[in-house]
């Protein structure tokens, strides 16, 4: 293994580990919510949307749109004019961030109650009122969130990762000591001012990091600067490209309103929630790493390069994804169970929660795949492919929840949330085919093919064990934090002995590894 290999093999390794830090506790902070307010309480349902409506607003206007649209733009600056023009272009662009993101907070909130009756079309009017009074106190979160993924933007182009990926800890830190010092006393209403503490601090810890780096903040809001120009020509494709997520999750919120007296919304929720903490520490560790790297190899014109990393990076993350999606579904209730059961999250909670997350495992590929393969469209500057792609998988997306929701209730959305990550994956995929830039080679399909027997496999021995370990372990959180542990050390052993078996290029690495180290032992 290469030099620059090793280091970004090390780099993400450490990214990883803050990210579960940060992802472990926000898993802390969901349970901290199930046991205190369940899926079915008025409170409950309010806050989830109330929580939900800011941050929909800033996916869809701005999140990825920050990070896909500086970045290639300030590698850019900094490969052809160097450091001190891409940090004012930088200045510029988080000025002008700011600046819309705080209009953006005002109009939200002036406009609440018609954003509830949007996303909930199915609450009742005092949860409707709740979700509206929660929303306006919230909204600020847009504000607070453009200014720290501005930041996170400028310090993952001069390549620091660790902050960037600490920030959600400290987030997740002040909800939980909020849960344990002041819940009985300020109720969801200090709830969500504790979220915008934590949104604050987010930005807050970054500061420090960014003066190490050179960078220092002159307000400039020169809308039509020549880097804006270049930022705001690729934020208009690339913005419309990342809707995809935030609008599906919209599209279900507003059916998840009608299951359920509304229960279906804190399903959905929770569900989303762990399975984007299992499947987000790996893929976005990866992504965020090598964006940065694909937009510079764009700006020096490396093409080959470029397309064997995003080749490697997909065959490696496909390696890891695979299993994981097939030991969420394996596990789904008992998982749901161990983390967030007890409290007002009843037998019922559990039962709709479960449904949901082993039905939206199904997309943990699709997810995977199209977070990294949008990475080399952005990195590039293209914004099209992922327009279109994504606009098809919203409309599969709707028509899927118009189909499957009154008869397959929760388990209706999450196949129709899979089933467009999916078809969103495909869709970014072919075109690289036709370009000749495409990575699903003969090799690829059959190592693909190989991972896809092995978990199969894999999820059959578990569903075996499952069933042989429930009539010897005690009941309650001890017995499923064993079934839990004995079951995915079962999978781990399968998995690795069977895609060694297969001869796949990451279990020979992996075995190399250790003996490496074991050498040096």
Same mark, same amino acid.
């Given at each position: 293994?290469s030099?620059?290999?090793?280091h *970004?093999t090390?780099?993400?390794?450490?990214?990883?580990?803050?990210?579960l830090?940060g992802?472990?506790l +926000?898993?802390?902070?969901?349970?901290l919510?199930?046991?205190?307010y369940?899926?079915? /309480?008025?409170e !409950?349902?309010?806050f989830?949307?109330?929580?939900?409506?800011?941050?929909?607003?800033?996916?869809?206007?701005?999140a990825s749109?920050?990070?896909?649209c500086?970045?290639?733009?300030?590698s850019?600056?900094?490969?052809?004019k160097?450091?001190? $023009?891409?940090f004012?272009?930088?200045?510029?662009?988080?000025?002008?961030?700011?600046?819309?993101?705080?209009?953006?907070? #005002?109009?939200?909130?002036?406009?609440?109650?018609?954003?509830?009756?949007?996303?909930?079309?199915?609450?009742?009017?005092?949860?409707?009122?709740?979700?509206?009074?929660?929303?306006?106190v919230?909204?600020?979160?847009?504000?607070?969130?453009g200014?720290?993924?501005?930041?996170v933007g400028?310090?993952q182009?001069?390549?620091?990762?660790?902050?960037?990926?600490?920030?959600?800890t400290?987030?997740n830190?002040?909800?939980i000591l909020?849960?344990?010092?002041?819940?009985?006393?300020?109720?969801?209403?200090?709830l *969500?001012i504790?979220?915008?503490?934590?949104?604050?601090?987010?930005?807050?810890v970054?500061?420090?990091?960014?003066?190490?780096? +050179?960078?220092?903040?002159r307000?400039?809001?020169h809308f039509?600067? $020549?880097?804006?120009?270049?930022?705001f020509?690729?934020m /208009?494709p690339?913005?419309?490209?990342?809707?995809?997520?935030?609008?599906?999750?919209?599209?279900?919120?507003?059916?998840g309103?009608?299951?359920?007296?509304?229960?279906? #919304?804190?399903?959905?929720?929770?569900?989303t929630?762990?399975?984007?903490?299992?499947?987000?520490?790996?893929i976005?560790s990866?992504?965020?790493?090598i964006f940065?790297?694909l937009?510079r190899?764009?700006?020096?014109?490396?093409q $080959?390069?470029?397309?064997?990393v &995003?080749q490697?990076? &997909?065959?490696s993350?496909l390696f890891?994804?695979?299993?994981?999606a097939?030991?969420?579904?394996s596990?789904?209730?008992?998982?749901?169970?161990?983390?967030y059961?007890g409290?007002?999250?009843d037998?019922?909670?559990?039962?709709?929660?479960?449904? *949901?997350?082993i039905?939206?495992?199904?997309?943990?590929?699709?997810?995977?795949v199209?977070?990294?393969?949008?990475?080399?469209?952005?990195?590039?500057?293209?914004?099209?492919?992922?327009? &279109?792609?994504?606009?098809?998988?919203?409309?599969?997306?709707?028509?899927?929840?118009?189909?499957l929701?009154?008869s397959?209730?929760?388990?209706?959305l999450?196949?129709?949330?899979?089933?467009?990550?999916?078809?969103?994956?495909?869709l970014?995929?072919?075109?690289?085919?036709?370009?000749?830039?495409?990575?699903?080679?003969?090799m690829f399909?059959?190592d693909? /093919?190989?991972?896809?027997?092995?978990?199969? *496999?894999?999820?059959?021995?578990?569903?075996?064990?499952?069933g042989?370990?429930?009539?010897?372990?005690?009941?309650?959180?001890?017995? $499923?934090?064993?079934l839990?542990?004995?079951?995915a050390?079962?999978g781990?052993v399968?998995?690795?002995?069977?895609?060694t078996?297969?001869g796949?290029?990451?279990?020979?690495? !992996?075995?190399?590894l250790?003996?490496?180290?074991g050498?040096?032992?």
């Amino acid at each position: 293994m290469s030099k620059k290999a090793q280091h *970004a093999t090390k780099t993400i390794s450490v990214v990883m580990a803050i990210t579960l830090i940060g992802k472990v506790l +926000g898993l802390f902070r969901d349970r901290l919510m199930a046991v205190h307010y369940g899926t079915v /309480g008025i409170e !409950a349902k309010a806050f989830y949307i109330a929580s939900r409506i800011p941050r929909v607003f800033f996916d869809v206007v701005f999140a990825s749109a920050i990070a896909a649209c500086f970045i290639p733009v300030f590698s850019e600056y900094a490969a052809k004019k160097g450091k001190k $023009e891409a940090f004012q272009f930088a200045s510029n662009f988080l000025s002008v961030m700011t600046l819309l993101t705080a209009v953006l907070t #005002v109009v939200g909130m002036g406009f609440s109650e018609q954003l509830v009756t949007l996303f909930a079309d199915g609450y009742d009017a005092q949860t409707a009122a709740l979700a509206a009074s929660l929303t306006r106190v919230m909204f600020p979160t847009v504000l607070f969130t453009g200014v720290a993924f501005s930041f996170v933007g400028i310090l993952q182009a001069m390549d620091r990762f660790q902050i960037p990926a600490f920030i959600s800890t400290v987030s997740n830190l002040v909800i939980i000591l909020y849960f344990y010092c002041f819940d009985k006393r300020y109720g969801v209403y200090g709830l *969500a001012i504790a979220y915008l503490v934590g949104w604050l601090l987010q930005a807050v810890v970054q500061i420090p990091s960014l003066w190490q780096v +050179g960078f220092r903040w002159r307000p400039d809001f020169h809308f039509f600067s $020549e880097g804006m120009k270049k930022s705001f020509a690729l934020m /208009g494709p690339v913005m419309v490209s990342t809707w995809v997520q935030p609008i599906n999750l919209t599209i279900n919120t507003k059916f998840g309103s009608h299951l359920y007296d509304g229960a279906g #919304v804190s399903a959905m929720e929770y569900a989303t929630n762990l399975y984007l903490v299992i499947a987000g520490v790996f893929i976005l560790s990866i992504t965020n790493v090598i964006f940065p790297k694909l937009s510079r190899l764009t700006a020096e014109n490396q093409q $080959e390069a470029f397309q064997d990393v &995003i080749q490697q990076t &997909i065959h490696s993350s496909l390696f890891f994804v695979l299993p994981m999606a097939g030991g969420l579904m394996s596990l789904a209730q008992p998982l749901v169970s161990f983390l967030y059961g007890g409290g007002e999250f009843d037998s019922f909670s559990i039962s709709i929660t479960s449904q *949901a997350l082993i039905w939206v495992s199904l997309g943990m590929v699709g997810y995977g795949v199209q977070n990294i393969v949008s990475r080399a469209y952005f990195a590039k500057q293209d914004g099209k492919t992922p327009l &279109i792609a994504g606009a098809i998988s919203i409309a599969v997306n709707l028509v899927l929840c118009m189909l499957l929701t009154d008869s397959m209730q929760v388990a209706g959305l999450a196949i129709s949330s899979a089933v467009s990550s999916t078809v969103y994956a495909l869709l970014l995929l072919l075109p690289l085919q036709w370009r000749g830039e495409g990575i699903l080679n003969k090799m690829f399909l059959i190592d693909f /093919g190989k991972m896809l027997v092995v978990t199969v *496999a894999m999820v059959m021995t578990v569903q075996m064990g499952k069933g042989v370990l429930i009539g010897f372990l005690p009941e309650g959180k001890l017995g $499923e934090l064993l079934l839990l542990g004995l079951c995915a050390a079962l999978g781990v052993v399968v998995y690795a002995i069977a895609v060694t078996v297969m001869g796949l290029s990451e279990a020979k690495l !992996a075995w190399d590894l250790l003996k490496r180290k074991g050498k040096r032992g």
